[in-house]
């Protein structure tokens, strides 16, 4: 059974970081494609990042380009998401996301088996 836990979010102001890791059970994320997404009330869940299995193709949504850092550590068997200079539409619940690897898109919420729980960052201005 796989399982995958957030953990980082929390309350943060407008300009500051926060440091999002997700923890997986059951399936290697050095064999996995991984992603994180997001959610506001009322909204489809958006997404943010994926990192490939072999950590060569990272993609990010245009509005965190340069902003949002995704990375894993296999040693570890989790994946993370570095968010600098965050801003109040940042807001969300930020849910990890992971699949076997493939060639098939990565930027779909239906692309992805396996979710967490979420976890929400909240940026006030």
């Known amino acids: 059974q796989v399982q995958l836990v957030e953990s980082g979010g929390g309350v943060v102001q407008a300009g500051g970081s926060l440091r999002l890791s997700c923890a997986a059970a059951?399936?290697?994320?050095?064999?996995?494609?991984m992603a994180w997404f997001r959610q506001t009330p009322g909204k489809q869940r958006e997404f943010v990042a994926s990192?490939?299995?072999?950590?060569?193709?990272?993609d990010y949504t245009d509005s965190v380009k340069g902003r949002f850092t995704i990375s894993r550590t296999n040693t570890r068997n989790a994946v993370y998401l570095q968010m600098n200079s965050l801003k109040p539409e940042d807001t969300a619940i930020y849910y990890c996301?992971?699949?076997?690897?493939?060639?098939?898109?990565?930027?779909?919420?239906?692309?992805?088996?396996?979710w967490g729980q979420g976890t929400q960052v909240t940026v006030s201005s």
């Open positions: 996301a992971g699949r076997a690897r493939n060639i098939t898109s990565r930027f779909r919420e239906r692309d992805y088996a396996y």
């Open positions: 990192i490939g299995w072999n950590s060569i193709l990272t």
């Open positions: 059951g399936l290697a994320v050095s064999t996995a494609d």
